[in-house]
């Protein structure tokens, strides 16, 4: 029950294909935010969006590119990704952008994606 | 040395069995702490704020130790269902434009019957 959705769950996607992350929250929070996560390790920022603005792009290869299309939405567009690639998408949003207030990230329940 | 530091553990205590661990913070202009748990292959869900007089969420208390720039989590009578990662998450510089959200490592916690 989770207040940020995330779809798909589960995402197999080759190298040469397209796919897009969908992200959704209803909290009115103005910072979104995606992040990697690999096994064991904690996640990893790779962009913010800030009142529907990039604000922060953790030089991120650019196989993979956000679009914010409206203050509730997020999306995060895939295209010929790598096998390294794989890990946990998770999208998370915040009242205010890095913390600026002091409030806490909401995540999603992130994507699994695999790369063949 | 990271800015925020946990031990990885893993810690392995028995059902019922008190444990605690800490989370260190290297710069002081951190001001907003907070305690996440990370089920595998779950994300991350807010277990609790941490505040300066410290607080208290049933089984799990909360402390910060500004003076020596750390935070804990004890949690009391472990259940089985506690098995999990912690991951100690810190806001460096809130309330200005130069904030940051940091991660810890995380601490891997296995409870055993």
């Known amino acids: 029950d989770t207040e940020v959705t995330q779809t798909p769950k589960h995402l197999v996607m080759g190298m040469t294909n397209k796919k897009s992350l969908k992200c959704e929250q209803h909290?009115?929070?103005?910072?979104m935010y995606w992040y990697k996560q690999k096994a064991k390790k904690p996640p990893e920022l790779m962009f913010v969006?800030?009142?529907?603005?990039?604000?922060i792009n953790e030089s991120v290869p650019s196989r993979f590119s956000p679009e914010c299309p409206n203050s509730s939405l997020l999306n995060l567009h895939l295209h010929a990704l790598q096998p390294e690639d794989s890990a946990l998408y998770l999208c998370?949003?915040?009242?205010?952008?890095?913390?600026?207030?002091?409030?806490?990230?909401?995540f999603g329940n992130g994507t699994r994606l695999t790369v063949t | 040395r990271k800015e925020v530091e946990q031990d990885p553990g893993p810690f392995n205590v028995p059902e019922g069995a008190t444990v605690a661990f800490n989370c260190t913070y290297s710069?002081?202009?951190?001001?907003?702490f907070f305690w996440y748990r990370q089920d595998c292959r779950k994300e991350p869900k807010l277990l609790m704020s941490?505040?300066?007089s410290g607080n208290e969420d049933g089984r799990f208390t909360a402390q910060l130790n500004r003076a020596s720039q750390y935070i804990s989590l004890l949690i009391r009578d472990s259940k089985l269902s506690d098995s999990a990662t912690y991951l100690c998450?810190?806001?460096?510089?809130?309330?200005?434009?130069?904030?940051?959200?940091?991660f810890g490592s995380g601490t891997r916690l296995s409870i055993r019957p």
């Open positions: 998370a949003s915040s009242q205010s952008p890095g913390g600026r207030d002091g409030s806490p990230l909401h």
């Open positions: 909290m009115g929070h103005r910072a």
């Open positions: 969006y800030s009142y529907e603005k990039l604000s």
């Open positions: 710069n002081s202009a951190s001001q907003s």
């Open positions: 941490v505040y300066s």
């Open positions: 998450v810190v806001i460096r510089a809130p309330y200005s434009s130069a904030s940051k959200i940091i």
